[in-house]
C-alpha cells in the first residue's frame, strides 16, 4: 500500500490514519507486552513518520510517569513504535496541558511512589485472597483470568 500525502499537508495511509506534521502526540503502549507499565511517550511526527503498517517515528521523544498529581519525564529521543502495540494515540491540547495542575518532580522520587503503591496493592490482593478463601471461595488467577 503506497502512502500518498493530500493537499492540506496530511499522510494518508489508507488505514484512516491522516496526521499532520510536527503535531505533538502522546502514545500509550500496549500493557500486555510490558505488565506494569504506566508510561506514557510523547513526541513529534515528522516527514517520514510513517508507513502501511501504521509503524511510526515520534521525535524529541519523551518518556513520562505519573502518580497522582506528581510526573517526571525522561527523554529517549527517536521512538520508533509498531502500530500493532499502539493502544492509543492522540494530539496534545498544549493549552489545555498547561492548565492541568500537575507537580514535576524527580524520576526516582516518581517511581518510588508507583513502586510503593504497586506492594500496597499487592499486599490488598494477598489480604482479599485469604478473607475469600477462608469462605470457600478459590483463587486460581489474576485481573484478566477470565477463561
Known sequence: MKSEWTSDGELGLGLGLGLELGL?????????????YNRKSIGSTSRRSYDQFANFLLESCIERIHHKFDYADRDIGVLLVRGENVVALGEIDLIAEDMVPLKEVAWAQVEEQINAENKRRERDHAVKDKVLASIGFVNEGREGDAY
Do not use: K, S, T, V
Open 24 to 36: 505533538r502526540l502522546r502514545l500509550e503502549i500496549d500493557a500486555d507486552l510490558h505488565p506494569h
